[in-house]
């Protein structure tokens, strides 16, 4: 098993549609999480921090679920500009390194 | 600020060659980092460093990969000799800590190994 583990996709969606990713982490301890997008042959550049009560963008929203190990975003109202790659970011272990998921790609359609 | 500045931007190479990335990291930033990026195994992260000390280099393939960060602005990653299978991305990320902070990240070096 992946230690951030993520769907690749692509998850192609309508303007205007809203969509849902979700990221599982194996470690029960992480403390630390974030959403990264990163654009075609671009760098990442972050997103959001998740919080554990949930913390809401604009048309972003971003959930922790510590019950069951996963992160996820919500989109809503997609955009043609929000198509690109959506990566998970997790500390595994306190006062360890983030690792990064394999990312889901977004594909908004118009 | 100019953010994280990465150089060059392309590099293309024969196998065997010695390859070497550069990187300044956000002035201030005491953690540095430096990433491969393929399509098969996305983001992998290769070695990190504390106020220009190594701290994990767990993530570096092997010998052939060394880096460096002789001072608080500047660190380079080196591949001696490189192989076709290096070919990647390269990104270097800076931050002001460990996990807390937003990693920023410099624009890449796209190495291609002939």
């Known amino acids: 098993r992946k230690e951030v583990e993520q769907d690749p996709g692509p998850f192609n969606v309508p303007e205007g549609a809203t969509v849902a990713f979700n990221c599982t982490y194996s470690n029960s301890a992480s403390q630390s999480f974030f959403w990264y997008r990163q654009d075609c042959r671009k760098e990442p550049k972050l997103l959001m921090s998740v919080y554990s009560s949930g913390n809401e963008d604009g048309r972003f929203t971003a959930q922790l679920n510590r019950a069951s190990q996963y992160i996820s975003l919500l989109i809503r109202d997609s955009k043609l500009s929000d198509s690109a790659t959506y990566l998970c970011v997790v500390n595994l272990n306190a006062g360890n390194m983030l690792t990064f998921g394999g990312g889901t790609r977004l594909m908004v359609k118009p | 600020d100019a953010g994280v500045i990465q150089s060059p931007r392309h590099e293309v190479t024969e196998m065997g060659q010695e390859v070497t990335l550069r990187c300044k990291p956000i002035?201030?930033?005491?953690?540095l980092f430096w990433y491969r990026q393929t399509m098969m195994r996305g983001l992998e992260l290769l070695i990190y460093f504390n106020n220009n000390v190594p701290i994990d280099d767990s993530g570096m393939p092997e010998d052939r990969f060394s880096a460096k960060m002789p001072n608080a602005s500047f660190s380079t990653l080196k591949i001696q000799p490189s192989e076709p299978r290096d070919s990647a991305v390269y990104f270097c990320?800076?931050?002001?800590?460990?996990?807390?902070?937003?990693?920023?990240f410099g624009p890449g070096t796209r190495l291609t190994v002939l």
């Open positions: 990320a800076s931050s002001v800590t460990l996990i807390t902070d937003t990693q920023y």
């Open positions: 002035s201030g930033h005491d953690y």
